[in-house]
């Protein structure tokens, strides 16, 4: 599927961080038919998450494993193997040349794709330098964007920031996905590179992610609905 081919509804991807397997589900029941693709990360995995990826997937849901993996080629290969058989997706690896190969190793003819983390977007470049890097931001995703390309990566996690560099870098043949998304008004919390569902999809996104502004508002559906119609706006729809 080519990014112009996806849906405005498919372009949101609700985070469950949630600190249960019943507190994700009560969430996902809420969300109903308005939400198609959920990120399932470190809380809920480690709460018991995993078989929620499957059951997602055979209700015709779409999952985004966000396990971040970084670790030595062998090992990654061997774990990504293992994630093919669950049903997702997206899965995460961090964007470190051994890691991206053995991922991309492991994943082989598969259906799952690959997203490399560039930096995080709870990082600006003062967080980088602390880290001891040398590199701003702008020029380590983009460095990083470039090596994932040429290791057969499918797909890239940045803010939303820097996507619109990105699509000159790595064209439209990587899926660029995007946290740090806040609607107007809404908390910011540890993210640092933020933009609003309409300006990111205007930037060039391909997915956005959302956690907190939908699973802590009110009324988390009314909430999904209105960044559909915000990313549906953006798309001229
Ligand atoms: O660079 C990154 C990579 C992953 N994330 C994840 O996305 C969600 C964002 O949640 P919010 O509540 O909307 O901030 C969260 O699960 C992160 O682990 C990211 O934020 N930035």
Redesign the pocket.
Known sequence: MTPAEIAPKDRLIV?L?LPSVDAAEAMINRLGDSVTFY?I???LVYAGGLPLVGKLADKGKKVFL?L?LHDIGNTVTQGVESITRLGATFL?VHAYPQTMKGAVEGRGNSSLKILA??????YNDDDLHAAGYRLSVSELVEARAQQAQVLGVDGL???PEEVGALRKVVGHQMHLVT????PAGSAS???KRIMTPGRAIAAGADYL???????EAADPRATADAIQAEIAAALGG
Do not use: C, E, F
């Not at 983390?117 to 709870?122: G, K, N």
């Not at 946290?179 to 806040?182: A, Q, S």
């Open positions: 985070a961080d990120k990360g470190y809380r966000d971040k995460t983390v560039t930096v995080l977007t709870s996690v940045s803010s946290p740090g998304i806040r919390g540890d993210q992610v959302v956690g907190r502004p939908v699973v």
